[in-house]
Protein backbone atom coordinates (compact mmCIF):
# COMPACT_ATOMS: atom_id res chain seq x y z
CA UNK A 1 0.00 0.00 0.00
CA UNK A 2 2.90 2.22 0.82
CA UNK A 3 4.62 1.33 -2.58
CA UNK A 4 1.52 2.58 -4.39
CA UNK A 5 0.72 5.65 -2.26
CA UNK A 6 4.37 6.42 -3.43
CA UNK A 7 4.00 5.42 -6.96
CA UNK A 8 1.00 7.33 -7.60
CA UNK A 9 2.43 10.21 -5.76
CA UNK A 10 5.46 10.29 -8.34
CA UNK A 11 3.74 9.90 -11.47
CA UNK A 12 2.61 13.53 -11.78
CA UNK A 13 6.30 14.13 -12.21
CA UNK A 14 6.57 11.23 -14.66
CA UNK A 15 4.24 12.60 -16.67
CA UNK A 16 5.23 15.85 -16.49
CA UNK A 17 9.04 14.64 -17.46
CA UNK A 18 7.76 12.38 -20.68
CA UNK A 19 5.43 15.21 -21.62
CA UNK A 20 8.57 17.55 -21.67
CA UNK A 21 10.48 14.54 -23.56
CA UNK A 22 7.98 14.36 -26.41
CA UNK A 23 8.12 18.34 -26.66
CA UNK A 24 11.76 17.96 -27.17
CA UNK A 25 12.01 15.18 -29.23
CA UNK A 26 9.02 16.59 -31.66
CA UNK A 27 11.17 19.88 -32.04
CA UNK A 28 14.34 17.85 -33.26
CA UNK A 29 12.59 15.66 -35.46
CA UNK A 30 10.66 18.52 -36.95
CA UNK A 31 14.47 20.79 -37.35
CA UNK A 32 15.59 17.60 -38.95
CA UNK A 33 12.73 17.54 -41.32
CA UNK A 34 12.61 21.03 -41.92
CA UNK A 35 16.53 20.49 -43.62
CA UNK A 36 15.11 17.80 -45.69
CA UNK A 37 12.32 19.81 -46.69
CA UNK A 38 14.37 22.56 -47.30
CA UNK A 39 17.15 20.70 -49.62
CA UNK A 40 14.29 19.29 -51.52
CA UNK A 41 12.57 22.80 -52.08
CA UNK A 42 16.47 23.98 -53.75
CA UNK A 43 16.17 20.94 -56.03
CA UNK A 44 13.19 21.77 -56.73
CA UNK A 45 14.03 25.16 -58.12
CA UNK A 46 16.47 23.79 -59.87
CA UNK A 47 19.76 24.10 -57.55
CA UNK A 48 20.95 20.78 -58.49
CA UNK A 49 23.65 21.14 -56.00
CA UNK A 50 22.35 21.60 -53.05
CA UNK A 51 22.86 19.00 -49.91
CA UNK A 52 21.26 17.41 -46.82
CA UNK A 53 23.63 18.24 -43.95
CA UNK A 54 22.44 15.13 -40.95
CA UNK A 55 23.99 12.98 -39.05
CA UNK A 56 23.19 9.87 -37.21
CA UNK A 57 21.66 6.84 -37.62
CA UNK A 58 18.21 7.70 -38.17
CA UNK A 59 15.56 7.50 -40.87
CA UNK A 60 15.77 10.77 -41.54
CA UNK A 61 19.60 10.67 -41.74
CA UNK A 62 19.18 7.90 -44.21
CA UNK A 63 16.46 9.91 -45.88
CA UNK A 64 18.96 13.02 -46.35
CA UNK A 65 21.92 10.78 -47.59
CA UNK A 66 19.50 9.15 -50.25
CA UNK A 67 18.82 12.36 -51.50
CA UNK A 68 22.51 13.53 -51.32
CA UNK A 69 23.09 10.77 -53.84
CA UNK A 70 20.09 11.05 -55.94
CA UNK A 71 20.77 14.78 -56.51
CA UNK A 72 24.74 14.33 -57.00
CA UNK A 73 23.89 12.07 -59.76
CA UNK A 74 21.02 14.10 -61.26
CA UNK A 75 23.93 17.10 -60.83
CA UNK A 76 26.44 14.97 -62.54
CA UNK A 77 23.71 13.80 -65.24
CA UNK A 78 23.02 17.60 -66.01
CA UNK A 79 26.72 18.28 -66.26
CA UNK A 80 27.44 15.69 -68.97
CA UNK A 81 23.93 16.47 -70.71
CA UNK A 82 25.38 20.32 -71.11
CA UNK A 83 28.51 19.48 -71.64
CA UNK A 84 26.62 16.49 -74.53
CA UNK A 85 24.74 20.23 -75.65
CA UNK A 86 27.65 22.35 -75.84
CA UNK A 87 29.23 19.48 -78.41
CA UNK A 88 25.96 19.53 -80.23
CA UNK A 89 26.01 22.97 -80.62
CA UNK A 90 29.82 22.99 -81.77
CA UNK A 91 29.12 20.32 -84.07
CA UNK A 92 26.52 22.25 -85.74
CA UNK A 93 28.44 25.06 -85.46
CA UNK A 94 31.35 22.96 -87.10
CA UNK A 95 29.04 21.75 -89.72
CA UNK A 96 27.80 25.17 -90.73
CA UNK A 97 31.61 26.43 -90.80
CA UNK A 98 32.84 23.58 -92.66
CA UNK A 99 29.36 23.82 -95.46
CA UNK A 100 30.36 27.57 -95.69
CA UNK A 101 34.41 27.24 -96.47
CA UNK A 102 34.86 29.66 -99.61
CA UNK A 103 36.25 27.62 -102.52
CA UNK A 104 39.38 29.77 -102.06
CA UNK A 105 40.62 27.95 -99.17
CA UNK A 106 42.00 24.65 -98.73
CA UNK A 107 38.62 22.44 -97.52
CA UNK A 108 41.15 19.77 -95.99
CA UNK A 109 43.05 22.21 -93.75
CA UNK A 110 39.79 24.26 -92.58
CA UNK A 111 38.63 21.00 -92.01
CA UNK A 112 41.20 20.24 -89.45
CA UNK A 113 41.17 23.88 -88.39
CA UNK A 114 37.52 23.59 -87.56
CA UNK A 115 38.08 20.53 -85.49
CA UNK A 116 40.21 21.51 -83.08
CA UNK A 117 39.08 25.01 -82.62
CA UNK A 118 35.06 23.84 -82.36
CA UNK A 119 35.47 20.75 -80.72
CA UNK A 120 38.33 21.85 -78.48
CA UNK A 121 40.86 19.00 -79.75
CA UNK A 122 44.51 19.24 -79.24
CA UNK A 123 45.01 18.41 -82.99
CA UNK A 124 43.75 17.16 -85.99
CA UNK A 125 45.18 15.62 -89.70
CA UNK A 126 43.49 14.53 -92.96
CA UNK A 127 44.97 11.62 -94.94
CA UNK A 128 44.23 10.91 -98.54
CA UNK A 129 44.44 7.36 -100.20
CA UNK A 130 47.26 7.61 -102.57
CA UNK A 131 45.85 6.20 -106.40
CA UNK A 132 47.71 2.95 -107.12
CA UNK A 133 49.43 2.44 -103.40
CA UNK A 134 47.91 1.70 -100.22
CA UNK A 135 49.69 4.59 -98.87
CA UNK A 136 48.24 7.22 -97.39
CA UNK A 137 48.93 10.84 -98.11
CA UNK A 138 48.92 13.42 -94.76
CA UNK A 139 47.29 16.40 -97.27
CA UNK A 140 46.16 18.70 -94.19
CA UNK A 141 47.14 19.44 -90.20
CA UNK A 142 46.49 21.72 -87.55
CA UNK A 143 47.84 21.68 -83.91
CA UNK A 144 51.33 20.04 -85.48
CA UNK A 145 54.42 21.99 -85.63
CA UNK A 146 54.89 22.43 -90.24
CA UNK A 147 56.47 19.18 -91.44
CA UNK A 148 55.99 16.60 -88.23
CA UNK A 149 54.25 14.22 -90.63
CA UNK A 150 56.30 13.97 -93.81
CA UNK A 151 58.78 11.85 -92.18
CA UNK A 152 55.99 9.41 -91.25
CA UNK A 153 55.02 6.53 -93.36
CA UNK A 154 51.22 5.42 -92.95
CA UNK A 155 49.48 2.28 -95.10
CA UNK A 156 46.24 0.77 -95.12
CA UNK A 157 47.83 -2.51 -96.17
CA UNK A 158 48.67 -5.68 -94.20
CA UNK A 159 52.47 -4.68 -92.73
CA UNK A 160 52.58 -3.20 -89.45
CA UNK A 161 52.67 0.44 -90.94
CA UNK A 162 48.98 -0.51 -91.67
CA UNK A 163 47.63 -2.21 -88.64
CA UNK A 164 47.11 0.89 -86.75
CA UNK A 165 44.36 3.11 -86.16
CA UNK A 166 44.53 4.94 -89.71
CA UNK A 167 45.20 1.83 -91.78
CA UNK A 168 42.27 -0.23 -89.69
CA UNK A 169 40.04 2.96 -90.12
CA UNK A 170 40.28 2.64 -93.96
CA UNK A 171 40.30 -1.15 -93.77
CA UNK A 172 37.26 -1.51 -91.93
CA UNK A 173 35.51 1.47 -92.90
CA UNK A 174 34.70 2.30 -89.19
CA UNK A 175 36.09 4.70 -86.16
CA UNK A 176 39.56 3.63 -84.24
CA UNK A 177 39.53 4.81 -81.06
CA UNK A 178 42.94 4.32 -78.96
CA UNK A 179 41.96 6.22 -75.36
CA UNK A 180 44.90 5.75 -73.27
CA UNK A 181 48.09 5.77 -75.46
CA UNK A 182 49.74 4.61 -73.02
CA UNK A 183 48.51 0.87 -72.83
CA UNK A 184 47.26 0.36 -76.62
CA UNK A 185 49.94 -1.83 -78.18
CA UNK A 186 48.52 -1.17 -81.55
CA UNK A 187 49.73 2.32 -80.72
CA UNK A 188 53.95 1.67 -80.14
CA UNK A 189 54.98 3.15 -84.07
CA UNK A 190 53.44 6.44 -83.09
CA UNK A 191 53.23 6.52 -79.35
CA UNK A 192 56.39 8.66 -78.28
CA UNK A 193 55.95 11.55 -81.08
CA UNK A 194 52.23 11.76 -79.75
CA UNK A 195 52.65 11.80 -75.72
CA UNK A 196 55.61 14.22 -77.17
CA UNK A 197 53.31 16.83 -78.52
CA UNK A 198 50.53 16.03 -75.34
CA UNK A 199 48.06 14.13 -76.78
CA UNK A 200 46.72 11.41 -74.96
CA UNK A 201 43.76 9.45 -76.68
CA UNK A 202 43.40 9.49 -80.67
CA UNK A 203 40.91 8.83 -83.05
CA UNK A 204 40.63 7.53 -86.49
CA UNK A 205 37.64 8.04 -88.48
CA UNK A 206 37.12 7.09 -92.07
CA UNK A 207 35.75 9.53 -94.58
CA UNK A 208 33.94 7.87 -96.84
CA UNK A 209 32.36 9.28 -100.47
CA UNK A 210 28.34 8.96 -101.37
CA UNK A 211 28.80 5.62 -102.69
CA UNK A 212 30.92 4.13 -99.35
CA UNK A 213 34.43 4.48 -100.48
CA UNK A 214 36.66 5.40 -98.35
CA UNK A 215 38.44 8.40 -99.33
CA UNK A 216 40.86 8.83 -96.57
CA UNK A 217 40.83 9.57 -92.73
CA UNK A 218 40.03 12.00 -90.00
CA UNK A 219 42.35 11.68 -87.39
CA UNK A 220 41.50 13.55 -84.07
CA UNK A 221 43.91 14.02 -80.74
CA UNK A 222 42.94 14.88 -77.16
CA UNK A 223 45.15 15.45 -74.38
CA UNK A 224 42.34 13.72 -72.12
CA UNK A 225 42.65 9.89 -71.80
CA UNK A 226 39.29 8.30 -72.48
CA UNK A 227 38.15 11.30 -74.58
CA UNK A 228 36.45 10.01 -76.72
CA UNK A 229 33.43 8.46 -75.08
CA UNK A 230 29.78 7.42 -76.95
CA UNK A 231 28.48 10.06 -77.18
CA UNK A 232 31.59 12.39 -78.20
CA UNK A 233 32.03 9.50 -80.71
CA UNK A 234 28.39 9.83 -82.23
CA UNK A 235 29.31 13.69 -82.45
CA UNK A 236 32.64 13.14 -84.22
CA UNK A 237 31.19 10.32 -86.93
CA UNK A 238 28.30 13.11 -87.82
CA UNK A 239 31.13 15.41 -87.97
CA UNK A 240 33.51 13.12 -90.30
CA UNK A 241 30.20 12.26 -92.47
CA UNK A 242 29.81 16.36 -93.01
CA UNK A 243 33.78 16.66 -94.12
CA UNK A 244 33.98 13.49 -96.22
CA UNK A 245 30.66 15.26 -98.03
CA UNK A 246 32.34 18.53 -97.94
CA UNK A 247 35.47 17.11 -99.26
CA UNK A 248 33.71 14.95 -101.91
CA UNK A 249 31.83 18.21 -102.80
CA UNK A 250 34.63 20.19 -103.04
CA UNK A 251 36.53 17.79 -105.16
CA UNK A 252 33.81 16.98 -107.68
CA UNK A 253 33.69 21.21 -108.40
CA UNK A 254 37.75 21.09 -108.42
CA UNK A 255 36.96 18.01 -111.08
CA UNK A 256 33.89 20.42 -112.66
CA UNK A 257 36.06 23.44 -113.10
CA UNK A 258 38.89 22.01 -114.13
CA UNK A 259 36.88 19.91 -116.91
CA UNK A 260 35.06 23.61 -117.58
CA UNK A 261 38.90 24.90 -117.97
CA UNK A 262 40.01 21.95 -120.10
CA UNK A 263 36.55 22.32 -121.94
CA UNK A 264 37.20 26.18 -122.64
CA UNK A 265 40.27 25.42 -124.05
CA UNK A 266 39.35 22.68 -125.99
CA UNK A 267 36.68 25.29 -127.60
CA UNK A 268 39.35 27.63 -127.78
CA UNK A 269 41.98 25.25 -129.87
CA UNK A 270 38.72 23.87 -131.55
CA UNK A 271 37.43 27.55 -132.40
CA UNK A 272 41.15 28.45 -132.99
CA UNK A 273 41.21 25.61 -135.55
CA UNK A 274 38.12 26.24 -137.24
CA UNK A 275 39.16 29.16 -137.83
CA UNK A 276 42.63 28.20 -139.31
CA UNK A 277 40.67 25.34 -141.38
CA UNK A 278 38.34 27.69 -142.92
CA UNK A 279 40.74 30.36 -143.58
CA UNK A 280 43.32 27.35 -144.91
CA UNK A 281 40.16 26.09 -147.13
CA UNK A 282 39.49 29.74 -148.76
CA UNK A 283 43.09 30.11 -149.08
CA UNK A 284 43.36 27.60 -151.45
CA UNK A 285 43.26 28.73 -155.11
CA UNK A 286 41.97 25.42 -156.18
CA UNK A 287 37.75 25.22 -156.75
CA UNK A 288 36.93 23.39 -153.40
CA UNK A 289 33.75 21.89 -152.94
CA UNK A 290 32.07 19.66 -150.65
CA UNK A 291 29.23 17.61 -152.23
CA UNK A 292 26.46 14.65 -150.57
CA UNK A 293 25.44 11.89 -152.82
CA UNK A 294 22.62 13.64 -154.24
CA UNK A 295 25.31 16.07 -155.62
CA UNK A 296 24.60 19.17 -153.33
CA UNK A 297 26.92 21.33 -152.59
CA UNK A 298 27.41 21.70 -148.86
CA UNK A 299 30.40 23.50 -148.67
CA UNK A 300 32.52 25.83 -150.77
CA UNK A 301 36.04 27.96 -150.57
CA UNK A 302 36.25 31.28 -151.86
CA UNK A 303 38.04 30.34 -154.47
CA UNK A 304 34.85 28.68 -156.24
CA UNK A 305 32.53 31.30 -155.12
CA UNK A 306 34.84 34.07 -157.05
CA UNK A 307 35.24 31.99 -160.17
CA UNK A 308 30.96 31.83 -160.29
CA UNK A 309 30.45 35.82 -159.25
CA UNK A 310 28.97 34.88 -156.05
CA UNK A 311 29.84 34.04 -152.18
CA UNK A 312 29.81 30.75 -150.52
CA UNK A 313 26.96 31.04 -148.51
CA UNK A 314 24.99 31.23 -151.60
CA UNK A 315 26.78 27.82 -153.30
CA UNK A 316 25.74 25.78 -150.40
CA UNK A 317 22.50 24.03 -151.16
CA UNK A 318 22.65 24.06 -154.83
CA UNK A 319 23.51 21.54 -157.27
CA UNK A 320 27.06 21.08 -158.72
CA UNK A 321 25.92 20.24 -162.01
CA UNK A 322 24.43 23.62 -161.80
CA UNK A 323 27.93 25.51 -162.06
CA UNK A 324 30.15 23.07 -163.34
CA UNK A 325 27.67 21.82 -166.81
CA UNK A 326 24.33 25.01 -166.65
CA UNK A 327 22.32 22.16 -166.42
CA UNK A 328 19.59 20.83 -163.70
CA UNK A 329 20.32 17.27 -163.65
CA UNK A 330 23.87 15.13 -163.89
CA UNK A 331 25.67 14.37 -166.67
CA UNK A 332 26.14 10.87 -167.96
CA UNK A 333 29.59 11.26 -167.39
CA UNK A 334 29.55 12.50 -163.64
CA UNK A 335 32.02 10.95 -161.67
CA UNK A 336 30.41 11.19 -158.67
CA UNK A 337 28.45 8.13 -158.25
CA UNK A 338 31.12 6.08 -159.71
CA UNK A 339 33.87 7.17 -156.74
CA UNK A 340 30.87 6.54 -153.97
CA UNK A 341 30.15 3.23 -155.19
CA UNK A 342 34.19 2.34 -156.35
CA UNK A 343 34.99 4.11 -152.67
CA UNK A 344 38.48 5.33 -154.03
CA UNK A 345 39.33 8.55 -155.45
CA UNK A 346 39.20 9.44 -159.23
CA UNK A 347 40.44 11.90 -161.68
CA UNK A 348 39.28 13.78 -165.14
CA UNK A 349 39.17 16.53 -167.20
CA UNK A 350 36.78 18.46 -167.88
CA UNK A 351 36.68 21.71 -170.29
CA UNK A 352 33.94 24.11 -169.48
CA UNK A 353 32.45 25.26 -173.04
CA UNK A 354 30.56 28.47 -171.51
CA UNK A 355 34.21 29.87 -170.40
CA UNK A 356 36.91 27.88 -172.57
CA UNK A 357 38.24 26.66 -169.26
CA UNK A 358 40.22 23.59 -168.75
CA UNK A 359 39.96 22.25 -165.47
CA UNK A 360 41.74 18.79 -163.55
CA UNK A 361 39.01 17.68 -161.62
CA UNK A 362 40.38 15.38 -158.34
CA UNK A 363 37.42 13.43 -156.73
CA UNK A 364 37.65 12.07 -152.69
CA UNK A 365 34.75 9.92 -151.27
CA UNK A 366 34.01 10.45 -147.91
CA UNK A 367 31.76 10.15 -144.71
CA UNK A 368 30.17 12.99 -142.92
CA UNK A 369 31.59 12.71 -139.07
CA UNK A 370 28.67 11.76 -137.15
CA UNK A 371 26.74 10.06 -139.35
CA UNK A 372 26.64 7.22 -142.17
CA UNK A 373 25.82 9.64 -145.09
CA UNK A 374 28.31 9.95 -147.99
CA UNK A 375 29.48 12.69 -150.01
CA UNK A 376 32.68 13.67 -151.77
CA UNK A 377 35.28 16.54 -151.85
CA UNK A 378 35.42 17.85 -155.28
CA UNK A 379 38.98 19.92 -156.21
CA UNK A 380 39.18 21.47 -159.38
CA UNK A 381 42.36 22.69 -160.99
CA UNK A 382 42.92 25.10 -163.63
CA UNK A 383 44.94 24.11 -165.73
CA UNK A 384 44.25 25.90 -168.60
CA UNK A 385 47.76 27.83 -169.11
CA UNK A 386 49.29 24.20 -168.08
CA UNK A 387 47.42 23.15 -170.79
CA UNK A 388 48.48 25.27 -173.68
CA UNK A 389 52.19 25.28 -172.76
CA UNK A 390 52.09 21.59 -172.94
CA UNK A 391 50.06 21.42 -176.01
CA UNK A 392 52.76 24.48 -177.24
CA UNK A 393 55.72 22.02 -176.20
CA UNK A 394 54.22 19.06 -178.09
CA UNK A 395 53.63 20.82 -181.30
CA UNK A 396 57.30 22.16 -181.15
CA UNK A 397 58.06 18.46 -180.10
CA UNK A 398 56.13 17.28 -183.43
CA UNK A 399 57.16 20.17 -186.17
CA UNK A 400 60.47 18.67 -185.06
CA UNK A 401 59.42 15.34 -185.90
CA UNK A 402 58.12 15.99 -188.76
CA UNK A 403 61.38 18.18 -189.68
CA UNK A 404 63.12 14.77 -189.15
CA UNK A 405 60.48 13.00 -191.47
CA UNK A 406 60.20 15.70 -194.24
CA UNK A 407 63.32 14.38 -196.17
CA UNK A 408 61.98 10.61 -195.99
CA UNK A 409 58.59 11.43 -197.12
CA UNK A 410 59.46 14.17 -199.93
CA UNK A 411 61.71 11.48 -201.09
CA UNK A 412 58.52 8.92 -201.08
CA UNK A 413 56.40 12.32 -202.93
CA UNK A 414 59.22 12.23 -205.53
CA UNK A 415 58.22 8.77 -207.10
CA UNK A 416 54.90 10.31 -208.03
CA UNK A 417 55.93 12.72 -209.13
CA UNK A 418 58.50 11.62 -211.36
CA UNK A 419 55.39 8.70 -212.95
CA UNK A 420 53.06 12.44 -213.17
CA UNK A 421 56.16 14.20 -215.05
CA UNK A 422 56.37 11.20 -217.35
CA UNK A 423 53.05 10.62 -218.24
CA UNK A 424 52.28 14.49 -218.90
CA UNK A 425 55.33 14.17 -221.09
CA UNK A 426 54.49 11.34 -223.33
CA UNK A 427 50.98 13.41 -223.55
CA UNK A 428 52.14 16.07 -224.69
CA UNK A 429 54.29 14.67 -227.18
CA UNK A 430 51.25 13.13 -228.60
CA UNK A 431 49.45 15.84 -228.59
CA UNK A 432 52.49 18.13 -230.60
CA UNK A 433 52.66 15.07 -233.35
CA UNK A 434 48.69 15.32 -233.25
CA UNK A 435 48.86 11.25 -232.31
CA UNK A 436 46.06 10.97 -230.48
CA UNK A 437 45.44 7.29 -228.95
CA UNK A 438 42.57 6.86 -226.86
CA UNK A 439 43.55 3.83 -225.13
CA UNK A 440 47.10 5.53 -224.19
CA UNK A 441 45.94 8.65 -223.19
CA UNK A 442 43.54 6.87 -220.35
CA UNK A 443 46.15 4.36 -219.41
CA UNK A 444 48.52 7.83 -218.60
CA UNK A 445 45.75 9.64 -216.76
CA UNK A 446 44.98 6.69 -214.84
CA UNK A 447 48.92 6.84 -213.37
CA UNK A 448 48.54 10.43 -213.11
CA UNK A 449 45.40 10.28 -210.90
CA UNK A 450 46.72 7.20 -209.12
CA UNK A 451 49.84 9.21 -208.20
CA UNK A 452 47.93 12.42 -207.44
CA UNK A 453 46.13 10.50 -204.95
CA UNK A 454 49.19 9.22 -203.51
CA UNK A 455 50.56 12.34 -203.01
CA UNK A 456 47.45 13.63 -201.18
CA UNK A 457 47.27 10.53 -198.92
CA UNK A 458 50.54 11.75 -198.35
CA UNK A 459 50.10 15.03 -197.18
CA UNK A 460 46.58 14.38 -195.57
CA UNK A 461 49.17 12.35 -193.11
CA UNK A 462 50.96 14.39 -192.43
CA UNK A 463 48.15 17.43 -192.16
CA UNK A 464 46.49 15.01 -189.78
CA UNK A 465 49.78 15.00 -187.65
CA UNK A 466 49.29 18.70 -186.89
CA UNK A 467 45.98 19.61 -187.03
CA UNK A 468 44.73 20.83 -183.79
CA UNK A 469 41.00 19.36 -184.06
CA UNK A 470 42.66 15.66 -184.16
CA UNK A 471 43.52 16.74 -180.27
CA UNK A 472 40.06 16.81 -179.30
CA UNK A 473 39.01 14.05 -176.89
CA UNK A 474 37.05 11.83 -178.85
CA UNK A 475 36.24 7.82 -179.29
CA UNK A 476 39.08 6.40 -180.86
CA UNK A 477 40.04 2.72 -182.00
CA UNK A 478 43.20 2.05 -181.23
CA UNK A 479 43.83 -0.88 -183.92
CA UNK A 480 43.59 2.18 -186.71
CA UNK A 481 45.25 4.31 -184.85
CA UNK A 482 48.58 1.94 -185.23
CA UNK A 483 48.05 1.68 -189.15
CA UNK A 484 47.46 5.14 -189.31
CA UNK A 485 50.94 5.57 -187.36
CA UNK A 486 52.96 2.56 -189.25
CA UNK A 487 51.18 4.50 -192.80
CA UNK A 488 52.85 7.58 -191.63
CA UNK A 489 56.45 6.15 -190.51
CA UNK A 490 55.70 3.75 -194.27
CA UNK A 491 55.61 7.44 -196.66
CA UNK A 492 59.63 7.77 -195.15
CA UNK A 493 60.44 4.61 -196.38
CA UNK A 494 61.60 3.25 -192.94
CA UNK A 495 60.05 0.34 -192.98
CA UNK A 496 61.49 -1.39 -196.06
CA UNK A 497 64.23 -3.57 -194.16
CA UNK A 498 62.26 -3.99 -191.11
CA UNK A 499 59.39 -7.15 -190.42
CA UNK A 500 56.23 -5.92 -189.23
CA UNK A 501 54.29 -8.08 -187.36
CA UNK A 502 50.82 -7.33 -185.79
CA UNK A 503 48.97 -8.78 -183.18
CA UNK A 504 45.70 -7.26 -182.74
CA UNK A 505 43.07 -8.77 -180.97
CA UNK A 506 39.89 -8.74 -182.69
CA UNK A 507 37.19 -6.42 -182.05
CA UNK A 508 39.41 -3.78 -179.70
CA UNK A 509 36.63 -1.19 -178.12
CA UNK A 510 37.57 1.99 -178.20
CA UNK A 511 38.92 4.42 -175.93
CA UNK A 512 38.09 7.82 -175.15
CA UNK A 513 41.48 10.14 -176.13
CA UNK A 514 42.63 12.49 -178.09
CA UNK A 515 43.55 11.13 -181.47
CA UNK A 516 46.72 13.41 -182.52
CA UNK A 517 48.42 12.65 -178.87
CA UNK A 518 48.14 9.15 -179.13
CA UNK A 519 49.31 8.96 -182.32
CA UNK A 520 52.67 10.94 -181.55
CA UNK A 521 53.05 8.86 -178.44
CA UNK A 522 53.42 5.90 -180.90
CA UNK A 523 55.45 8.15 -183.31
CA UNK A 524 57.80 8.21 -180.52
CA UNK A 525 58.37 4.81 -179.70
CA UNK A 526 57.81 3.26 -183.06
CA UNK A 527 60.80 5.60 -184.67
CA UNK A 528 62.95 5.48 -181.31
CA UNK A 529 62.91 1.55 -181.95
CA UNK A 530 63.61 1.86 -185.73
CA UNK A 531 66.83 4.04 -184.45
CA UNK A 532 67.76 1.30 -182.31
CA UNK A 533 67.32 -1.12 -184.97
CA UNK A 534 69.00 0.78 -187.22
CA UNK A 535 66.11 0.11 -189.54
CA UNK A 536 66.85 -3.40 -190.14
CA UNK A 537 64.80 -6.01 -187.40
CA UNK A 538 61.44 -7.30 -186.17
CA UNK A 539 58.83 -4.64 -184.69
CA UNK A 540 56.50 -5.59 -183.19
CA UNK A 541 52.76 -4.15 -182.40
CA UNK A 542 50.15 -5.85 -179.82
CA UNK A 543 47.21 -5.14 -178.25
CA UNK A 544 45.04 -6.93 -175.85
CA UNK A 545 42.08 -6.52 -173.56
CA UNK A 546 42.65 -6.21 -169.65
CA UNK A 547 39.73 -5.66 -167.18
CA UNK A 548 38.10 -2.60 -168.96
CA UNK A 549 41.45 -1.39 -170.17
CA UNK A 550 43.24 -1.58 -173.57
CA UNK A 551 47.17 -2.52 -173.20
CA UNK A 552 49.39 -1.69 -176.41
CA UNK A 553 53.29 -3.13 -176.35
CA UNK A 554 55.91 -2.06 -178.76
CA UNK A 555 58.75 -4.12 -179.02
CA UNK A 556 61.99 -4.01 -181.18
CA UNK A 557 64.96 -6.14 -181.70
CA UNK A 558 67.63 -3.08 -181.12
CA UNK A 559 70.42 -4.08 -178.23
CA UNK A 560 67.98 -3.10 -175.57
CA UNK A 561 68.72 0.12 -173.10
CA UNK A 562 71.24 0.07 -170.39
CA UNK A 563 70.26 -0.54 -167.09
CA UNK A 564 71.85 2.59 -166.23
CA UNK A 565 70.42 4.53 -168.47
CA UNK A 566 66.43 3.10 -168.14
CA UNK A 567 65.18 5.08 -164.79
CA UNK A 568 66.05 8.30 -166.58
CA UNK A 569 64.64 7.88 -170.06
CA UNK A 570 61.64 9.58 -169.58
CA UNK A 571 63.18 13.15 -168.35
CA UNK A 572 63.19 15.66 -169.74
CA UNK A 573 66.09 17.05 -172.28
CA UNK A 574 67.65 13.50 -171.31
CA UNK A 575 68.90 12.18 -175.04
CA UNK A 576 71.08 9.78 -176.45
CA UNK A 577 70.70 10.99 -179.94
CA UNK A 578 72.30 14.45 -179.51
CA UNK A 579 74.60 13.95 -182.74
CA UNK A 580 71.23 13.42 -184.68
CA UNK A 581 69.73 16.24 -183.18
CA UNK A 582 67.60 14.49 -180.44
CA UNK A 583 65.89 16.91 -177.82
CA UNK A 584 65.51 14.92 -175.54
CA UNK A 585 61.24 15.75 -174.88
CA UNK A 586 59.78 13.29 -177.18
CA UNK A 587 59.83 9.84 -174.59
CA UNK A 588 58.45 13.15 -171.23
CA UNK A 589 56.14 14.41 -173.44
CA UNK A 590 54.33 10.32 -174.28
CA UNK A 591 54.45 10.10 -170.44
CA UNK A 592 52.77 13.09 -169.77
CA UNK A 593 50.22 13.04 -172.63
CA UNK A 594 49.07 8.97 -171.39
CA UNK A 595 48.79 10.12 -167.63
CA UNK A 596 46.88 12.84 -168.90
CA UNK A 597 44.87 10.37 -170.68
CA UNK A 598 44.21 8.25 -167.04
CA UNK A 599 46.83 5.42 -168.40
CA UNK A 600 50.99 4.38 -167.69
CA UNK A 601 53.94 3.70 -169.85
CA UNK A 602 56.75 1.17 -168.81
CA UNK A 603 59.36 -0.02 -170.14
CA UNK A 604 61.17 -3.78 -170.20
CA UNK A 605 64.69 -3.81 -171.70
CA UNK A 606 67.26 -6.23 -171.71
CA UNK A 607 71.05 -6.05 -173.03
CA UNK A 608 70.61 -7.43 -176.85
CA UNK A 609 67.48 -8.46 -176.07
CA UNK A 610 65.25 -5.06 -177.02
CA UNK A 611 62.94 -3.24 -175.97
CA UNK A 612 59.44 -3.17 -175.41
CA UNK A 613 57.01 -0.46 -174.58
CA UNK A 614 53.56 -1.05 -172.80
CA UNK A 615 51.16 1.54 -173.00
CA UNK A 616 47.87 0.59 -170.43
CA UNK A 617 44.60 3.34 -171.65
CA UNK A 618 41.10 3.04 -169.70
CA UNK A 619 38.74 1.55 -172.37
CA UNK A 620 36.04 4.46 -173.39
Not at 26 to 38: D, G, H, P, Q, Y
Not at 291 to 309: E, G, L, M, P, S
Not at 565 to 588: A, M, N, V
Amino acid sequence: RNFVKEFLAFVPSLLIAGLAMLILTRALVSRRLNTVIEGMRKFKDGDYGARIALTGDDEITRLGEGFNEMSEEISRSQRELKKYAEELLSLAVSSNVVSAVPETENIHEAVCHIAVKELKLKMAWIGLLKKGSCEVDPVAQYGFEKGCLSSVRITWDDTPAGTGPTGMAIRTKTPRIVNDMDSDPAYAPWRDEAMKRGCRSSMALPLLSSDGEALGVLNLYSGERVYFTRKRIRVLVVFANQSASAIENRSLIEHLEKKNRESAQQLKVISRSQKEWQETFDSITDLVTIHDADHTIVRANKAFAQCYNTTPQAVVGRKCHEFFHGTNKPVHSCPLSGALCANEPGTHEFTDDRSGRTYFITIFPMTFPGSENRGIIHIARDVTEEREKEMRLIMSERLASLGQMASGIAHEINNPLASIAGCSEGLLARNREDRYDHGIFEKYLNIIQEEVFRCKTITTSMLSFVRKNTYEKMDVDVKQLLEKTLEIIGFQGRLKHVEVRKRFVPELSVVQASEGELRQVLLVIIINALDAMQDNGILTLATERREGSVLVRVSDTGPGIPAELQPRIFDPFFTTKQEKGGTGLGLSIARRIIMNHNGTIDVFSSPEQGTTFTILLPLS
